[in-house]
């Protein structure tokens, strides 16, 4: 069974394979087609040239193009791997594809994309996009000179719009030319050719984005076979061969099934072998669309009307049409379509000088008419990379400036060269000029003969063309924009409204805004608001800037295989493993997986806190904390750095001792904060926040390299060569005597911030200091990072009989709140100095530090500034929401409702009974006793404010139990 | 993507680098001299021309060492030349 509008190979053979059938379904119908074909060529070789209905307006539409520009014809692929939102002009048909039509919105179906998608990395010296004639011309001529060359083409095949036309090179068809020059271009070892390929991103530094698709042409892809590719180009010269795209003509009901652009009917008839219409109207504004006409006649067709804008076009055409059997009606328009479903009859009318209409109309029988309004070179990518674009009046059309430095070089129909000659000619040129300035020197080869080419005279541009009734305001069916269902009626009332430049009036018709970004709309909204404006040409309008990327990307290939596992590196301590068997539940910090709690069977995380905290309050309590940071400062002037850095004294420290230090930005913010020992006169040990750890490294070699460089300082990271306990709890000094039996761990002989070297009963050497972050007795076990899990089981043996409970962050959290010691991000935000939370004890007085000097600015100096206060909900049992804005319980609830600060930290604690939280308020130590009001979803809930300590606030459990 | 010069590495992809502002402005000898006024300028006034502006970048990805190159705002075109290694003298 052949499909009926199949042409028969001895008219065109076309590039499709008849001997193999292939067959899907559209809509539920079947539809049967050939390796070659697209869905669209498919369709119309059964008849089927109608899509689904309009997006916003429910008109009948059908497939306008046979390229990416395809504004109509958009389709869901179902099957295996579903598409929401894809050209019908661009899905290659394959055995077994399943298609519905879209009235301009797709769906994303619930179920994950298995598909495997990759990405490659490449350098070379020259990446050509485009495999038309000149495209094809700059791969020759730069890849002969053994420069790395990269071609690119989104078809399936080499050749551009050679494979739509019957032009001959070198003396025969261009195709034998397209099919040496592939043979040539595979034999060049330095050469890679992509096909299936979207250039979708040119950038700056001659960086470009480019979608390879490789098994969505398939019934069926291997199982790791990646879908689609995503290459990463950087190259020395970059040569744009990207071509051309037809305009559609604006006028009365331009929107019906069956208009089609001319290229695309040449398309379709010598690429597909598809007749798309028996009867057909040409509509051109230049010579090119005689070609289709030809070739219409040619094919079998009837063309009883060629309608030329141009009162004289070139008499040799009009002959040849005339004498083919068609018939030429110069100086005219077609001014409205008719026709229910698909167009049947077109009314021309003659135009005067100044494109009025003029005489009577007459009526003219068609199911299809092919329209050319003209062509718009592809400057995309060009723009994309920073080209600027000037009109043309004679190509009648955008071109690329002449580009400077590296910007890509534009050849071809990209830059209004439509004959093929011109094209040959500048292709080989720019690459092998491409190729000379990347070092690779070559001579320009000699430009083939050609015959057949395409003829171009000067086209008459006719942005709007009138209807018979009714101004411009009023034509709601001359359509701009058929994605957008946008009109001149719509552009009108945009320009009524004020607007004048395109960017406002595109963003107020949403004009070139839908999955086409444009493509068929773009330049001819600019016409007609050239003309509503009476700007003397479309470059007085200008253009809307183009952004990759240029066809639509899946955000899945964007992605590639950076999802689930692999879409960040995660980072585990060397006890991950035990706290996984525990059932901890983790939580991320910066790339860290942290324990966040440890609940038993039936416990919730409120529960499992409360039980962890209960432990470390009274028993004995262990967490993981390998995951601070730790950076080794080593040098002769490694007392003075830190001095520098750290709002108090370090230089005074004496070996053996730790210090709490604190950290400002030069505005005098708090950045970070930490522990430092010293480890020797010049060595010291600092810890960081685990999530600061990688900010504050480089927040140390900033001020090491670029303002003090004579100062002898090392920083070094050695936060993988640690593991780390923190032993925690009234108990935890006859946990710590079990494991290090060399030790004494009386309150006498080790002090609170004192470190000790010691080697553990198991015999691993472990640095044993004396730190507590929750007001308890506290010891962190120090040792190399291969024996973490090995210590952490030994601790955890070692207090068995104590009852010794692991705990997670939340637990930490809760522990340190209740003391009132915060945390760096949580309460301080950038915003927030050290004597906002009360921390003027750790601001030193005598010496300079890297923020000191904004202290005294006068914003940073007010008393009222945001400060660090504790927070008792009058209900014990009502917890505040982290984040909750806190208010005057008198002030006015209407806004603006003055905002007196937020929770930065909110806990139910157990030592405590009750909830509690901290806060940073406004004026907030003056505060203290007052009540405020804190809405939260739909209620108040009333807080006392209180000093930010809740816990023993005399410390005197930091040195453990009395009785020891 | 810019392709930054690194003086020790050579060319490489942005993503490595983290930007550092404008160069040439130092850390004031005696921050406690100033007037909050001059103080405020050090701390949040940066020039911000359209055309070549000497800016500092640092290597994080690669050797973490900071330099000093010249871009072109307009273009981003950055001089083709080594950007400078010296470290700035105090």
């Known amino acids: ?964 | 993507m810019l392709q930054i010069r690194c003086p020790w590495c050579g060319d490489r992809e942005e993503t490595e680098f983290r930007y550092g502002g404008q160069a040439h402005v130092d850390y004031p000898r005696d921050p406690a001299a100033l007037d909050d006024r001059a103080w405020g300028e050090y701390l949040f006034v940066r020039d911000n021309p359209k055309g070549e502006f000497a800016e500092r970048w640092v290597h994080t990805a690669g050797c973490r060492r900071w330099f000093t190159t010249v871009r072109d705002t307009a273009t981003n075109q950055m001089r083709a030349e080594l950007p400078s290694a010296r470290k700035p003298v105090m």
């Not at chain 1, 295996?80 to 879209?102: F, H, I, K, N, Q």
């Not at chain 1, 230049?286 to 070139?314: K, M």
């Not at chain 1, 919730?604 to 905290?613: F, G, I, K, T």
Request: proline share 7%; aromatic share 6%; net charge negative.
């Open chain 1, 1 to 964: 069974m052949t499909s009926p509008h199949r042409l028969d190979s001895s008219v065109r053979a076309g590039r499709v394979d008849r001997t193999r059938r292939l067959r899907g379904t559209v809509d539920g119908v079947e539809l049967s087609g050939h390796p070659g074909d697209t869905l669209a060529s498919a369709l119309l070789a059964e008849g089927r040239i109608v899509a689904a209905p309009s997006i916003h307006r429910g008109r009948p539409r059908g497939i306008l193009a046979a390229d990416c520009t395809e504004p109509n014809a958009l389709v869901q692929l179902h099957g295996a791997c579903p598409e929401p939102m894809l050209t019908a002009t661009r899905v290659e048909l394959y055995d077994g594809l399943v298609a519905e039509s879209l009235s301009g919105v797709g769906r994303v179906g619930p179920e994950a994309d298995t598909a495997v998608y990759d990405k490659k990395y490449v350098h070379a010296d020259v990446v050509v996009i485009g495999a038309g004639p000149a495209g094809i011309a700059a791969a020759l001529s730069a890849g002969r000179s053994g420069a790395r060359v990269v071609l690119v083409d989104e078809q399936r095949e080499l050749g551009g719009a050679l494979l739509d036309g019957t032009e001959r090179i070198d003396g025969h068809p261009a195709t034998e030319w397209i099919g040496r020059a592939v043979r040539e271009l595979v034999e060049l070892p330095e050469v890679r050719v992509l096909t299936r390929a979207s250039a979708v991103g040119c950038y700056e530094g001659n960086y470009l984005l480019v979608a390879e698709k490789r098994t969505d042409h398939l019934a069926e892809a291997g199982p790791q076979q990646p879908r689609q590719r995503l290459w990463h180009l950087r190259t020395q010269r970059v040569v744009l061969a990207t071509g051309a795209h037809e305009r559609p003509m604006v006028f009365a009901d331009n929107d019906r099934p069956g208009i089609m652009l001319a290229s695309a009917v040449r398309s379709y008839i010598n690429r597909y072998a598809v007749l798309p219409g028996q009867q057909a109207v040409v509509f051109t504004t230049s010579d090119s669309a005689y070609t289709t006409a030809l070739e219409l006649l040619d094919a079998g067709a009837r063309v009883p009307a060629l309608v030329d804008t141009r009162p004289d076009p070139p008499a040799h055409l009009a002959e040849q049409v005339r004498a083919a059997g068609g018939q030429v009606y110069p100086g005219s328009a077609v001014v409205g379509t008719g026709g229910q479903e698909r167009i049947s009859s077109v009314r021309i009318s003659e135009l005067d000088e100044q494109g009025s209409l003029t005489g009577t109309p007459r009526e003219v029988e068609c199911d299809l008419l092919a329209v050319c309004g003209g062509w718009n070179p592809v400057v995309h990518l060009f723009s994309q990379a920073g080209g600027t674009v000037r009109w043309d009046p004679v190509v009648a059309g955008f071109l690329p400036e002449e580009p400077t430095g590296s910007l890509p070089k534009v050849v071809g129909a990209a830059r209004g060269t439509y004959d093929l000659a011109g094209c040959l000619s500048q292709g080989l040129a720019a690459g092998a000029e491409a190729a000379t300035t990347s070092g690779f020197r070559v001579a320009v080869p000699p430009v083939p003969p050609v015959a057949g080419d395409r003829p171009s005279t000067r086209p008459r541009p006719l942005w709007l063309v009138p209807a018979e009734e009714g101004t411009s305001e009023q034509w709601h069916t001359h359509f701009v924009d058929l994605q957008r269902d946008s009109t001149v009626a719509d552009i009108w009332r945009a320009l009524g409204a004020g607007m004048r430049s395109v960017e406002h009036v595109k963003r107020y018709t949403t004009i070139s805004t839908g999955q086409d970004q444009g493509k068929t709309s773009g330049v001819n909204a600019v016409g007609v608001i050239a003309d509503a404006l009476m700007a003397g040409s479309p470059g007085e309008v200008g253009t809307t800037t183009h952004r990759p990327p240029y066809t639509p990307v899946p955000f899945a290939l964007m992605a590639g295989r950076d999802r689930g596992g692999l879409h960040d590196p995660v980072r585990t301590t060397p006890m991950h493993s035990w706290h996984v068997a525990a059932g901890a539940v983790f939580e991320d910090v910066g790339q860290w997986k942290r324990a966040r709690y440890y609940p038993r069977a039936g416990e919730d995380m409120d529960a499992a806190v409360q039980r962890e905290c209960l432990a470390a309050r009274t028993g004995v309590a262990m967490q993981d904390v390998s995951t601070l940071g730790r950076i080794e400062v080593v040098g002769p002037d490694a007392p003075e750095f830190l001095n520098r850095i750290y709002t108090n004294g370090f230089a005074k420290l004496p070996v053996g001792k730790a210090r709490y230090g604190m950290m400002c930005t030069a505005d005098g913010m708090v950045l970070d904060d930490g522990v430092s020992m010293r480890l020797a006169e010049d060595r010291y040990l600092m810890s960081t926040t685990t999530g600061g750890a990688a900010g504050v490294l480089d927040w140390l070699e900033e001020w090491l390299q670029t303002e003090w460089p004579h100062l002898g300082v090392h920083c070094t990271s050695v936060i993988e060569q640690w593991a780390a306990v923190a032993v925690v709890g009234p108990d935890s000094r006859a946990v710590v005597g079990r494991i290090a039996p060399e030790l004494d761990v009386s309150a006498e002989a080790f002090g609170f911030m004192e470190f000790r070297d010691t080697v553990l009963r198991s015999g691993v050497p472990a640095r044993i200091c004396r730190v507590s972050f929750s007001g308890e007795l506290a010891y962190e076990v120090n040792v190399p990072a291969w024996y973490g899990l090995a210590v952490w089981e030994e601790v955890a043996e070692a207090g068995a009989d104590l009852g010794i409970t692991p705990y997670g962050t939340e637990t930490m959290h809760v522990l340190r709140a209740e003391k009132g010691f915060v945390i760096v991000g949580q309460d301080t935000d950038g915003t927030v100095t050290p004597l906002d939370l009360g921390m003027d004890w750790v601001v030193s007085r005598r010496k300079d530090f890297v923020g000191k000097r904004s202290f005294a600015r006068p914003d940073t100096a007010r008393t009222d500034r945001k400060q660090l206060v504790g927070l008792l909900p009058m209900d014990p049992q009502q917890q505040l929401p982290e984040g909750a804005h806190l208010v005057d319980p008198d002030g006015p609830r209407q806004p603006p409702v003055p905002m007196l600060g937020h929770v930065t930290s909110s806990y139910r604690s157990a030592a405590l009974g009750r909830t509690f939280a901290l806060a940073l308020v406004a004026d907030g130590r003056r505060r203290v006793g007052e009540v405020l009001c804190a809405p939260a979803g739909g209620t108040d809930i009333a807080v006392e404010v209180t000093k930010p300590i809740f816990y023993d606030e005399e410390g005197v459990r930091r040195d453990g139990r009395q009785y020891e």
